[in-house]
């Protein structure tokens, strides 16, 4: 299990916003998580979340980015779940979202999907 | 460099009658030809597929490109140090010659690890020439470069007369090293190449005896069943057994196997001796009379010395009585309170005598325990690496004896895996069952805060690692104790932030129960309804989660409705057999 630090960070790419979030989220801090998500949408260019070093998220970390995802789709904009950690996937799947949501392999393929 | 430089002016074989035959494009002409021959043999040698076609080939190469009468190639057989032509080209066929390291000029090559080069072999005593006096064929020079390998030299690349009748030099000695080396490389290749794949097939061998042998060990019962057994194998494959049957009269058989030596074909004996012993006990024989009964089935068809030591026996479900009789196996403990007594086997081990009598013994239990241990737990290490003993074993069970069964098993195998496991190692025990006390893995009481959320999985992870839980399932189980500790928080708390959660977390035989206590207003169990999930809802699907993860969980208001308790279950089948584990 990765020991990454809890972390959110927004970079902006070329024609994209990428948004690495890292370490366990949960309750504590989820919200700092939706702030950063529907932030980084404001700029109105495609929306990757990065979440290679994720070794943990609970239903609350999930409705940030399900809350992203549809403020997306209402604004036609384009949110993707990028490199996602296989303790992610796990939940993504346990909550039947992991079709639901774009996943992706890297920020790259953002734009290209 | 400098020797082929040499070789490349060709001053020496210069104006020779044979020199002035080879075409002008003679790849010896110059330097960038050797390089150009060293190139593709090394390329050849490379690729090979098929190694000795490749040898083959680059030995004839050999004989064209440095224009001698013969070469051959000898590998050496490390256990007999004996080296055996494997290839040869030339006029007199050696394949198949056989040197001692040492014997001749090609055993010098290899004794002394450095290239020979024998100017004159008239001049030079250690010439083998058995080939020569029976073919008359005249060995006048020649060349042996040993193939060098890191671990030392593998064989011997020969060549032997120049066509042109000129003696070799050191050039000539210096280029056939330079072909031994990707010869050497490429042998040395091909034979990790076929040990790997030997070590691959007789690992799917091994997975595939083992699993066989799994599966004859019999299933644990957790209906109160007075008879227990576990085996953890010293490697891949065990030499031990035991098993437990039913009789239709109420009685419970029990066998313990301990199979000599080790390996595959102990794996397989141990495979026969099983059921051989379990069909021997099926008809509720006497204990003596099964023994006996097996013993001239083995007799009949066990060779090699291999032999079986085995305990059999009966006890009645309430296990106040064992009838047992012991063929060579170690010593029954019984233990009843402070008190050990010991009982030797009343016979030699099965497989050796035909026709052998066997003791039997009856004994009360009075509410003690029978243990049979193979020799792989008296024959544990100590820090000192001397055996324990049957003294060391009856320490450790004196430790655990205020235990209850499933800890006591662990902690007994725990011990003896941290002390020295040098054989496999099978314990079946025998008591009055029980009623199963929960064991409690964790007790953690936080404050209902989300920043208690990151300990309390902590907790829960290690608990669940400590069991063996299989991670994904692992991973589930937090993340439902998280879900419902994060909804207190949110939900039943609310704004307060000054009460706890208490976390518990029990095990009882195969069923995990958690249990979160708090003391927030009681919560409406018509709010705790799992809403679908797969939907694009943002919150709302913790309870949801915890409904997927867990078999049924509960939330009730604690006496006097001074909060609430929630109990969610999980049957963990697999890890109950993690005693039986390698």
């Known amino acids: 299990m990765s020991v990454s630090p809890n972390g959110v960070a927004a970079e902006r790419g070329d024609g994209y916003v990428l948004v690495r979030l890292s370490g366990e989220v949960d309750l504590s801090w989820s919200q700092e998580v939706r702030r950063a998500v529907l932030d980084a949408l404001a700029a109105g260019t495609p929306v990757g979340v990065e979440l290679s070093a994720v070794s943990y998220i609970d239903s609350s970390g999930i409705a940030a980015l399900v809350e992203g995802f549809q403020q997306a789709r209402q604004n036609g904009g384009r949110f993707a779940l990028v490199a996602v950690s296989d303790a992610v996937r796990a939940v993504l799947e346990l909550a039947r979202l992991d079709r639901v949501f774009l996943l992706v392999p890297s920020a790259e393929a953002l734009l290209a999907a | 460099m400098k020797a082929l430089r040499a070789r490349s002016a060709g ?78 080209i030339g006029p007199v066929d050696i394949t198949g010659v056989r040197l001692a390291v040492g014997q001749g000029i090609v055993g010098s090559a290899v004794a002394e690890n450095a290239t020979q080069l024998v100017v004159d072999a008239a001049d030079d005593p250690r010439v083998w020439r058995a080939a020569d006096d029976s073919t008359g064929f005249v060995t006048h020079s ?4 040993p193939l060098r390998t890191a671990a030392g030299p593998i064989g011997v690349l020969e060549i032997v007369n120049r066509r042109d009748g000129t003696p070799f030099s050191a050039a000539d000695a210096e280029l056939l090293e330079l072909v031994a080396a990707p010869a050497a490389l490429a042998i040395n290749s091909a034979r990790m190449a076929a040990s790997l794949l030997e070590q691959q097939r007789l690992k799917r061998e091994f997975d595939l005896a083992r699993r066989l042998q799994k599966s004859l060990l019999p299933h644990r019962r957790r209906d109160g069943f007075p008879v227990i057994g576990v085996n953890r194998p010293a490697h891949e494959i065990s030499g031990d057994f035991y098993d437990h049957f039913e009789l239709a009269d109420g009685r419970i058989g029990f066998v313990v196997g301990d199979i000599s030596g080790k390996g595959l074909d102990a794996a397989l004996l141990m495979v026969r001796a099983a059921s051989l012993l379990r069909w021997a006990g099926k008809d509720g024989i006497e204990p003596a009379a099964w023994l006996s009964r097996a013993n001239d089935e083995l ?14 026996g009966y006890c009645d479900r309430a296990a106040t009585r064992v009838r047992f009789a012991g063929a060579g196996f170690p010593p029954v403990i019984v233990q009843r309170g402070d008190a050990f007594d010991e009982y030797p086997s009343g016979g030699p081990p099965l497989g050796i005598l035909p026709g052998v009598a066997f003791e039997q013994r009856e004994l009360a239990l009075a509410g003690g325990t029978f243990y049979a241990f193979s020799d792989g737990a008296t024959d544990v290490r100590d820090a000192q690496g001397r055996p324990i003993g049957n003294a060391g074993v009856r320490a450790l069970i004196a430790r655990h004896a205020k235990e209850s069964l499933e ?42 805060r989300a920043e208690s959320l990151r300990e309390l999985r902590g907790a829960v992870r290690a608990a669940l690692d400590a069991l063996g839980v299989e991670p994904r399932l692992r991973d589930k189980l937090v993340l439902a104790v998280d879900e419902a500790c994060a909804n207190i928080i949110r939900h039943g708390y609310g704004q307060s932030c000054d009460g706890d959660i208490e976390l518990c977390l029990a095990r009882n035989g195969t069923t995990l129960a958690f249990e979160l206590r708090d003391t927030a207003p009681c919560a409406d169990p018509a709010a705790l309804r799992p809403k679908p999930l797969g939907e694009m809802r943002c919150g709302g699907f913790g309870i949801a989660l915890i409904d997927e993860v867990m078999d049924d969980w509960r939330v009730e208001p604690l ?15 697999d890890i109950a057999g993690e005693a039986n584990e390698a």
């Open chain 2, 299 to 312: 007799c009949e068809t066990t060779q090699d010395g291999r032999f079986v030591c085995a305990l059999v």
């Open chain 2, 559 to 573: 006496a006097g409705r001074r909060g609430n308790r929630l109990v969610m279950h999980k049957r963990i089948e």
């Open chain 2, 142 to 145: 020649l060349v042996c470069a």
């Open chain 2, 407 to 448: 800890p006591r098993l662990r902690s007994l195998l725990a011990d003896l895996k941290q002390l020295r496991l040098v054989d496999d190692t099978t314990l079946l025990l025998v008591e009055a069952p029980r009623a199963e006390q929960p064991e409690r893995l964790v007790d953690l009481r936080v404050p209902a």
């Open chain 2, 11 to 88: 001053a020496r074989t210069a104006g020779h009658a044979r020199a002035a035959q080879r075409p002008a494009t003679d790849p010896r002409a110059g330097e960038a030809g050797t390089l150009a021959f060293l190139a593709e043999l090394s390329q050849a040698l490379a690729v090979s597929l098929d190694l000795r076609q490749t040898l083959s080939e680059t030995v004839t190469r050999v004989v064209d490109f440095m224009q001698v009468e013969a070469a051959s190639l000898f590998l050496l057989d490390p256990a007999t140090l004996v080296l055996d032509c494997r290839i040869c």
